[in-house]
C-alpha cells in the first residue's frame, strides 16, 4: 500500500526536506509507492533572514519573499491549510478547513513565532527584526535617528538549555546598526548599548551564549566604541517613559529599543500535548541524534521548533535535513533509521555592513570566531539573492 509522508509547515525547514525526499526517494514515487503531501498556514514562502537587511534600508523586503508552490517540486502535493489538531496516536493530523490529513510518516516543521507580550510593555515600547513588519517599522526609527540611545535586549526561553531564534543575529544587528549609523553621519552622536541576560544558554553573566565569542565580543565592540553590559536580564518595559527594566533590578533609558523578543512555537505544537517545555513555550521534544519526537515512532522534526540546544537556524536546518531524510527513507527500505545529527551549524554571520564571518559549531564544540572579511560579506548576500533558493529547492 502507498505510505503516506505528510510534512508540516512551508518554511526553511518543511521546504528542504520535502524536496530533499523526493530526491532521496524518486524511484519508490516513480513505482507510485510514495506520496509527499505538505500543508501550511501560508502560500508565501518568507526567507526569514532578509529582515535584518530591510531594518537598515538594504532591501524592500518583497526581494526575500516568493510563492511556496513554486519551490516546491511537483511530486510534491501542496495544500494552503494551518494544522490545528495533531492526532499522533491515529495517525493523523487536522487542518483548520476541516480536512483530515493520514500519514505513516509526520514530519513538524512549523518554526517558532514571537512573543513580545510576554515581556510587560516590550510589545508597546520595543521593537524587533524578527518580522518584515517589525523590520520596516525599525528601519522607520532608524531613519530618523539623529542622537540618543539605541539599547539592544536579549530574551532566552524560560526553557532551559534553549536558544532564542537565530543565536547570532543580536550581534550582527548592532555591528550593522553601527555601520548603518556612520554611512548617515550620526554614529558620534548615538550611543550603542548591546546588553545581555545574566543567564543565556552555556554562559553566565556573559555577552554571548557560548564562551568563546562571549570572551572575544568586548574587543570587537570596544573598537567601534559600542558599550555593553551584562546581566541585564529585561523583565518589564515602561513605554511612555522609555525605561528597561532588568530582572537585576537596574533600569536604562532608551530612545530605541532593538530587542530579542521571547520566542514560542506555534500554536498547533503547543496545544498538542507534545511538548512538556517550561512556561507553554512549546518545544518539541526532539531526540538528539535521530531527530524523532521522543516517544513517537513514526514523527520527526527539524528546524526552530524543536527543543535542542542548537541555533535556531537555517544553517542547522541544512545539516539536520540530510539526516531526516536518510531516517525516513532507511525506515521505509530497511525498517530503521540509518543517520544521526551531530548538532552541526553552518552559516556566515554578518558583522557588520560589509564584513562576513564564517562559523561553524557542533553538539562538541562551540563556534570559534573566525577573521570576518568581505570576501565572506559577498558570499553572504549572495546567499541571500540565489543560493537560499537553490537550497530551499533542494539543489545545494
Ligand atoms: C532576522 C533573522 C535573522 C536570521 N539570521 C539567520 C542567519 O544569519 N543564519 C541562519 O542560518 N539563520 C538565520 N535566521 C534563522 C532562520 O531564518 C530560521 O532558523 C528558519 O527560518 C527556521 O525555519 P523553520 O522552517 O523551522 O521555520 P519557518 O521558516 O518559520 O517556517 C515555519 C513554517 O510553518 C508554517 N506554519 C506555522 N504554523 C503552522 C500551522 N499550524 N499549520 C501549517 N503551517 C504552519 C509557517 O507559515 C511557516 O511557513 C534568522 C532569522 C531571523 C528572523
Redesign the pocket.
Known sequence: MKKKILI???????TMTANNLVNKLMPEIDRGEIEITM????KIHVY??G??YVAFHKAAGHEFIRDQRSLLMLEVAFKVD??VEINSKENFVKGASGEIYNYDFLVL???CEVAPERIPGLKEGGDW??SYEGAKKIARKFEKLKKGRVLVTVNFPKTPDIPH??G??PV?TTMMLHDFLVEKGVRDDVEIVYSYPTKSQAVENGLFLQAPTSEVLPSIFDSINVKYKTSFTLSKVDPDKKIAYSQEGEEMEFDILMSTPPFIA???IRTSGLSQALDNEGWLPTDRKTLKVKGLDNVYTL???VDLSVS????T?HNQVDVLIANIAGELRYGYPTESYDGKVI?I??MGLQCGMPLWYDYEEDVKPTPCSKLGSFVRLGFNKSLYWAAARGML
Not at 508540516?8 to 518543511?14: K, L, W
Not at 500543508?39 to 501560508?42: K, L, M, Q, V
Open positions: 508540516v509547515g512551508g518554511g526553511t525547514a518543511g500543508i501550511s498556514d501560508s526569514r533572514p529582515a535584518m494551518k494544522a516543521a512549523t518554526g527584526f524578527y531564534q537565530c547570532i543575529a550582527e506555534a500554536e498547533v528546524g526552530d521548533t535556531k537556524a537555517g544553517g536546518i552559516a554571520a554578518q
